[in-house]
C-alpha cells in the first residue's frame, strides 16, 4: 500500500483509467503496430504491447486526437509507461 501511495505522489496529473485501441509506431515512417492504452494522464500514459522490443522513443497515435511523441519509463512484460515529451 505505501508503494503505490508514493508511485501516485510523483505524478504531476490524475490518471484516467481507459480501454482504448491505439497504434505505436517505432520510427518516421515505420509500419504503425497495435497496442491498447489502458490508462493515461497529462504527463504519459499506461500501454499493453505485446512486442519483445519497446524502443526507448516512439509516438503512439490514439484512435481520436493528435499523435503524441513517448519516452519509455518502465517496462514490465507487456505493460510499459510513457512520458509524453512533445
Do not use: H
Request: some cysteine; aromatic content about 10%.
Amino acid at each position: 500500500m505505501f508503494a503505490a501511495a508514493t508511485a501516485a505522489n510523483r505524478r504531476k496529473s490524475d490518471r484516467r483509467a481507459c480501454r482504448s485501441f491505439a497504434k505505436i509506431q517505432f520510427a518516421t515512417g515505420g509500419l504503425p503496430r497495435d497496442c491498447m492504452i489502458s490508462d493515461i494522464s497529462d504527463g504519459g500514459v499506461k500501454i499493453i504491447a505485446e512486442y519483445p522490443e519497446i524502443p526507448t522513443e516512439f509516438t503512439v497515435i490514439f484512435s481520436e486526437g493528435r499523435p503524441r511523441v513517448c519516452k519509455l519509463a518502465w517496462r514490465i512484460g507487456f505493460e510499459l509507461g510513457a512520458q509524453f515529451v512533445d
